[in-house]
């Protein structure tokens, strides 16, 4: 069914539209495209139908009524299996839902499954596939949740971002994808990565469907229906942190000509003297408090975390101290003080998503330069699929606003979103292949589109 989740909750709200039929139709679409998309970790059909059934005979219970929802595998379901991606939790069930998840489930929302995430959205890539090329990475961590909105599985789905797991994946799988300001949605219920950085994601096919999941998430601090208001903007110079490619600039300079033709100026905006440190305060709290997060399971069930996690987590070992995060504390609060002045003429930031179009394979879940430091900064951010790449493959701009200003940011996306209208297609793709790895077959793992020199290796974690 192709509708937005806005239309179809009003729809539900107006006895236009039964959840039951909704949530059929999602469950029909997994049937169709799970087989080669795997987004989905678990997933009860009786379980979805009988939320539809009572939501279709209860009163409306909030924005969300009877539309699914899916929810990430490191996200706390009561009523369903949380594993967090890896074998030690397999078969948990949780006590009780994440605020997130119980704040949706109060508004009305049906929740559907649970989507695959890398292991403790940190190690392991998980076994879901790009939905425009199955040869290629959906992104991670929130691997199961961009494919699943991208491939109409959902209209929307929860994910977390720590480094870039909310916009890279957004990117990549062509919907729209948001990082809240750090502290702007509670987190409690979700599988701690790194306290200082982790935040909510979502994902969606439109910043209304966006917002009004936002307010919900956030417990009403965000508007439900922001205006779109016209932005000031400025193209950040973000070289600092090595390049992109050139389907990614070619989309840029596209989408700053055709803001500038339609009125809305696009300043140029050098990038700080400070800029290229911030990937590596970045690493440096990343390492030590994802050492923290996880002591239980390096210390006392190393032996069953995946070989990939196990090595990131090593690494960390050898190179976080507590002097080092002690020192990159005092430069985060620094440099979250002076990013301030980026704003001072401008309301958002146009930057990268990512490097380019997803890498092939699946080991690999994309480079995350363009994403690591606005995590750091605890910066609100979101994604818009503006066009495509030679492979035929989606690239998303990145808007970064003002810490705390995600009512800005918002309105200020939506109205980009309308005014940009169709996609850029930089190159028309040649023919390819969309067919699914055989389930007993890995892709090895792929480089960089570019070459990272310079830039902190926890960017190329799969994060």
Known sequence: MEITAL???????????TSEALTRSCLDRIAEKDTEVQAWEYFDVDQAIAQARLADRSTIRGPLHGVPLAVKDVIDTIDMPTAYGSRIYRGHRPANDATCVALARAAGAIIIGKTVTTEFAMGRSGKTRNPH????????????????????????????QTYGSTIRPASFCGVVG???????????G????????????????????????????????????????????????TSAWGGHDAATQEILIETVCRLSEAGVPVQDLPSPPSMASWLDIQNALFSWEALQAFAWERLFRRDELHPQTRQVLEKYEQSASPESYKVNLARAREARARCASLFTDCDLLLV??????????????????????????QLPCLTLPVGRGPSGLPIGLQLVGRRGDDEKLLSAASFVEALLGARIDVIKPSA?????LPADRRADAAPSVLSPSGIG???RELL
């Open 352 to 377: 990268p998503a990512a490097v380019g179009e997803a890498p092939s394979g699946l080991e690999f879940t994309g480079d995350a330069r363009f994403n690591g430091a606005w995590s750091m900064l």
């Open 457 to 459: 290796t926890a960017s």
């Open 190 to 237: 979700i599988k701690t990565l790194a306290s200082g950085l982790d935040t909510l994601g979502l994902f969606a096919r439109s910043v209304a469907d966006i917002a009004l999941l936002a307010s919900v998430v956030t417990a009403n601090r965000l508007a439900a229906e922001p205006v779109p208001e016209e932005p000031r903007i400025a193209f950040l110079d």
């Open 133 to 160: 090329n199955t040869l290629h990475t959906p992104g991670g961590s929130s691997s199961g949740s961009a494919a699943a909105v991208a491939c109409n599985m959902v209209p929307w789905a929860l994910g977390t």
């Open 178 to 188: 948001y990082k809240p300001t750090h502290g702007m949605a509670d987190v409690t």
């Open 7 to 17: 239309e179809a909750a009003r729809q539900i709200a107006r006895g236009q539209l």
């Open 432 to 436: 390819r292949s969309a067919m699914p």
